[in-house]
Nanobody, 115 residues
Framework: QVQLVESGGGLVQAGGSLRLSCVAS????????RGWYRQAPGKQRELVAGFTDGGRTNYADSVKGRFTISRDNAKNTVYLEMNSVKPEDTAVYYC?????????WGQGTQVTVSP
């Protein structure tokens, strides 16, 4: 099994910053954390930032230049640095991983941006 635990969400004012963390653990040897998604009320879950198969990063147009995804393999942790946040960034943020061709999701962390 695979466990993904997100943290770092909270309430922040517009223009502020947050850093989300996703720690991956489990009995499966190879856990590939693919990226961060978010889901706002009444909307579909969408990709925010991720790692491509070639090891590069990709971002949703709405967060380019403001968010940065990174990973610390020694800590099995993936981060999402969120800067210059906007009220429209308000959502539950989920970590997504693949292990043995199966998808896994964390429980999510709430990010609320006040005007």
């Amino acid at each position: 099994q695979v466990q993904l635990v997100e943290s770092g969400g909270g309430l922040v004012q517009a223009g502020g910053s947050l850093r989300l963390s996703c720690v991956a653990s489990g009995s499966i040897f190879s856990i590939n954390v693919r990226g961060w998604y978010r889901q706002a009320p009444g909307k579909q879950r969408e990709l925010v930032a991720g790692f491509t198969d070639g090891g590069r990063t990709n971002y949703a147009d709405s967060v380019k230049g403001r968010f940065t995804i990174s990973r610390d393999n020694a800590k099995n942790t993936v981060y999402l640095e969120m800067n210059s946040v906007k009220p429209e960034d308000t959502a539950v943020y989920y970590c997504h991983a693949v292990a043995r061709f199966r998808p896994y999701w964390g429980q999510g962390t709430q990010v609320t941006v006040s005007p």
